[in-house]
């Protein structure tokens, strides 16, 4: 019997040995996966018990988020508050022990809490660990600008939209604003009250990150992306000369003008953007193909998540959307490019990717990957993340770029955005009224650039977008990015 | 050095663990120790050299790593305990103490011949099934997780399956030491106890939904029959029939739908009908909640653990983050306070106990004592498996305990029963003639 007993002892220890081999798994391999999991309410109240990175405003330098220390059973824990309030709620987000972390304090968690870094910084986390001190996480700089949050958000006032403003020469955000917005140090015990916020909207959806997740039909700023796929094809001029009968036909059908009692006649392409003539895009459109529109618009950053720090989910990517998901058409005849040419047709944009948009023009061409974090540094000053403006990619060529900006400084000059122009500046810019199917509940659109003049480029790329309005995107969203722009340029005005 | 002196020196080694544990559970608790938590560990060693004294007199040849061992894995389960909830510690601590002395009474009783217990061989299987279905009797089983496992009669309150497992091993070993030659020649016929027995297992998983206690029950059941009649055709005929009325059961019952369902995917990307609240939710947050809650607090131990004492298990409002962490998920709360190293060192004294139970087996003279032996020791590994795997997402989970370390007075008396009968085998086999 003595055989079958020592099998029965193999098999017996070998249960046991395969215990030790998943132990292994879970802790070492898998460990990290389970640690990013948003429903791990272990890890997330675990990190309480680390001093938490600061999180700071660029200009002027004030702490977006802070740490409150209380004592409970013996722990030493450390919970946040948000001395801004809602002025940067949806880029810091919150860190609460009962819900899931949104904002940078989610994406940016490892920073925070010292588990990511450079090996001294690791040494240094292990060191106080063993010491039994609290492990002291790293505090990040965002580039935001505090005064630009605030006038953003005060303009916005009631309504429902977004503000996003970017350097285009270098991508670092200025203002990522979006309205209503909501308090983050009531996410933790009076979560209620965030979800009872109302506006000039509904649903007020006070959490949604506007600025980079609300997607919109992007009305005429789409042209921008239309004269750029035009001037790139080679087959256009700026001075390229349409006849404006008021409207466009499309399959055998009328497409108008926002305005259809003047037509304007025989008009330069320069002109019809400038005064966001829609027959003469719709025309283009027809001519192009819905096929090489998108190919530009996907140079421009359309059908890819746009890069942020912040978390993946609370970014959208841009481009045509059927049944909630973003769809590529296979051929031309799938969509109409008529329509989608001055942005309607089932296009779904992302006022982030607009200002991307502006911005690339601005700087002839370049499109830069917009970053809203400074630096992350260790508490000693050291920096254990310092990123390096990145080109995405060309966009469109100098020539191009340098065109379509002439013709939106254009717009701004004499036609639709005129309400956008500040003194001192040069300002390019591209109205939009996006129509929702609703009659008098459009989203209004302004896209712009801003520099010092048409020589050097632009220190500043700008988009608004709101929510059910009456008016144009000339008489309410412009005001409101003049205001931002004003702000920001004043700002970093020499002193 | 002779084997109880070997015994003596483990223990004190294991009272040093017990010690060194629970002063730092007392460290993180007030951050000091305190006269009551030093005296815990001098406690601790004393009631074990009782045990050892004890069985110096009765079993003075015995295996002499056997008992430090469980001493040894009690300390883990006392100070893990402790350190959860001091008074379910302060129970636990109790029920050891009761666990000893079950222990010495055991030995006492049976130290001149332990083998007269195979003459009652039929009253223990009769007794194995009627313990098993105890808790199926309406007026006394009672529900915890849809699963009944608990016996109650008026302020008394017990897992009848712990004591099950032991009656069922007592009676195949001398059930097989009987009939093994007759069952080693094959013959059809020869197959009716193996249906008998697959029969009253499916039955325990039909009343009780006990999954896990009758997988333990039939996998003791081949092991034995294995080792009595070394034909692997009965295990393959065995694990096969089990497969298959698993299978089917699978198809019928919700419950153990359920339990695969949980261990194939526990987490869903979309939201899923939600049973408990009639919702839809993410299986996380639903019906696989508490096995991802142990896994995550798994995974927050890593490779050297947070120290005891400095787990999280609560929220910062004392809500409680995994549940049922004192009995089916102990094994999670070690992982994540002692890490990878201290569940290993924890999972290596398991396999040093299966390792000297089979040395026992092996060197035991008569088959009924080799059997015996080799089921008590067969089920002591294969009930740890069948918990920590279920824990680990190895085998689909189910609430058995893990012997000696979860909290739970039957657990642990049974677990002593065992270590008893085994130190039994291990004098008569080491015993000079």
Redesign the interface.
């Known amino acids: 019997m003595n055989g079958r007993i020592v099998r029965l002892t193999y098999v017996a220890t070998a249960l046991i040995a395969v215990l030790v081999v998943m132990t292994t798994y879970w802790q070492t391999w898998a460990a990290a996966g389970l640690a990013d999991r948003q429903d791990n309410s272990v890890k997330r109240v675990a990190e309480f018990s680390i001093d938490r990175g600061l999180i700071f405003s660029f200009e002027p330098r004030k702490r977006l988020a802070r740490n409150l220390e209380r004592e409970i059973e013996g722990k030493t824990l450390f919970f946040r508050r948000y001395p801004q309030g809602e002025l940067a709620a949806h880029v810091v987000g919150y860190s609460t022990v009962g819900r899931s972390r949104t904002g940078l304090e989610r994406s940016l968690n490892d920073y925070l809490t010292g588990a990511t870094g450079n090996l001294s910084s690791l040494v240094d986390k292990a060191l106080d660990e063993l010491r039994g001190k609290p492990v002291r996480g790293s505090d990040v700089v965002t580039t935001l600008s505090l005064e630009g949050q605030r006038v953003a958000l005060e303009q916005l006032s009631a309504r429902c939209g977004a503000v996003f403003a970017f350097d285009p020469r270098n991508g670092k955000v200025k203002v990522m604003a979006s309205a209503p917005s909501f308090d983050p140090n009531l996410a933790e015990e009076r979560f209620g009250r965030i979800s009872r916020i109302t506006a000039d909207c509904s649903p007020a959806a006070p959490l949604l990150n506007r600025a980079s997740a609300g997607l919109y039909v992007p009305g005429s700023t789409f042209k921008v992306v239309t004269a750029s796929a035009a001037l790139e094809s080679g087959e256009y001029t700026p001075d390229s000369s349409f006849f404006d009968p008021g409207y466009c036909t499309v399959y055998g059908k009328r497409v108008n003008n926002f305005d259809t009692t003047s037509p304007f006649g025989t008009i330069t392409l320069e002109n019809a953007l400038a005064y966001s003539v829609n027959s003469v895009f719709c025309n283009i459109g027809l001519e192009l193909g819905a096929k090489a529109i998108l190919a530009q618009a996907r140079r421009f950053g359309f059908y890819e998540r746009p890069p942020l720090e912040t978390p993946a989910d609370e970014r959208a990517p841009s481009g045509l959307y059927r049944d909630g998901r973003l769809y590529t058409p296979a051929q031309d005849s799938d969509v109409d490019a008529g329509r989608m040419a001055f942005g309607q047709e089932r296009m779904l944009v992302t006022a982030q990717q607009m200002a991307m948009v502006a911005g690339a023009i601005g700087v002839g061409g370049r499109l830069m990957e917009p970053q809203v974090v400074e630096r992350v540094v260790r508490p000693g000053g050291r920096a254990v993340f310092d990123p390096e403006p990145k080109l995405i990619r060309r966009a469109v060529s100098e020539e191009t770029a340098d065109a379509v900006a002439r013709m939106m400084r254009l717009a701004v000059e004499r036609g639709t955005g005129t309400t956008a122009q500040i003194s001192g500046y040069s300002i390019g810019g591209k109205t939009g009224t996006g129509e929702t199917g609703v009659p008098g509940s459009n989203i209004t659109w302004f896209i712009a650039f801003a520099g010092r003049d048409e020589e050097s480029p632009p220190e500043l790329a700008i988009a608004v977008v709101l929510e059910e309005q009456s008016g144009t995107g000339g008489s309410t969203a412009a005001p409101i990015a003049r205001a931002v722009m004003e702000a920001i340029l004043r700002s970093t005005e020499n002193p | 050095m002779s084997a109880r002196s070997r015994e003596l020196v483990g223990l004190v080694l294991a009272g040093l663990i017990a010690g060194v544990a629970l002063a730092s559970v007392a460290i ?4 000091e120790v305190t006269a009551g938590a030093a005296s815990y560990g001098a406690l601790f060693l004393a009631l074990y050299v009782a045990a050892h004294v004890v069985v110096r007199r009765t079993v003075p040849f015995a295996d002499g790593a056997l008992l430090p061992l469980a001493a040894v894995l009690t300390a883990f389960g006392l100070s893990l305990n402790y350190r959860l909830d001091a008074d379910d510690g302060a129970r636990q601590a109790l029920w050891v103490v009761i666990g000893v002395g079950v222990l010495a009474a055991t030995l006492v009783v049976l130290r001149r011949d332990y083998r007269v217990l195979e003459s009652y061989r039929y009253l223990f299987g009769v007794a194995a099934v009627a313990l098993l279905l105890l808790p199926s009797v309406p007026g006394l089983g009672e529900r915890v997780n849809g699963v009944r496992l608990w016996v109650h009669a008026g302020p008394l309150q017990f897992q009848p399956g712990e004591l099950a497992k032991i009656c069922l091993i007592l009676f195949l070993a001398g059930y097989l030491r009987e009939k093994r030659e007759v069952l080693a020649q094959g013959r059809l016929k020869d197959f009716g106890p193996l249906l008998v027995i697959w029969g009253a297992a499916m039955l325990v998983i039909v009343q009780t939904n006990d999954l896990g206690s009758a997988l333990l029950a039939f996998g003791i059941f081949l ?1 034995m029959l ?3 009649t ?1 034909r692997a055709l009965y295990v393959g005929a065995g694990l096969a029939l089990f497969l298959a009325g698993a299978g089917a059961l699978y198809n019928a019952l919700d419950r153990v739908q359920e339990r695969v369902t949980i261990w194939l995917h526990p ?1 869903t990307d979309e939201p899923v009908y939600c049973a408990l609240n009639g919702q839809m939710e ?1 299986r ?2 639903c019906a696989s909640y508490q096995l ?2 142990s ?9 050297g653990g ?1 120290g005891i004492g400095r787990g ?6 004392g809500s409680e ?2 549940p049922y962490l004192r009995t089916d998920f102990i094994y999670s709360a070690i ?2 306070e002692l ?2 190293i201290g ?2 060192a924890l ?2 004294c ?2 040093l106990f ?2 000297r139970g ?1 040395r026992v ?2 060197r035991a003279q008569d ?1 009924f004592s ?2 015996l032996a ?1 089921g008590l ?2 089920g002591f ?2 009930q ?2 069948i918990i ?2 279920g824990v ?3 085998v689909p989970l189910t609430g058995i305990t893990l012997p000696f370390v979860s909290y739970g007075g039957t657990s642990i008396v049974a677990n002593f029963l065992l270590l008893a009968l085994l130190l039994l085998v291990s004098n008569r086999a080491s015993a000079p003639r």
């Open positions: 993180a608790r007030d951050a092991a294995y080792a009595a070394g987490w993410l996380q947050d991802v809650k896994l995550y607090s798994i995974a927050n131990g890593g490779f947070t999280t298990f609560t929220s910062t409002d983050l995994v992982a994540q890490g990878l569940a290993s999972l290596l398991f396999m299966v390792v089979m087996a092996l088959g080799k059997l080799a020791t067969f590994a294969l740890t498996f920590v795997g680990l997402r190895v």
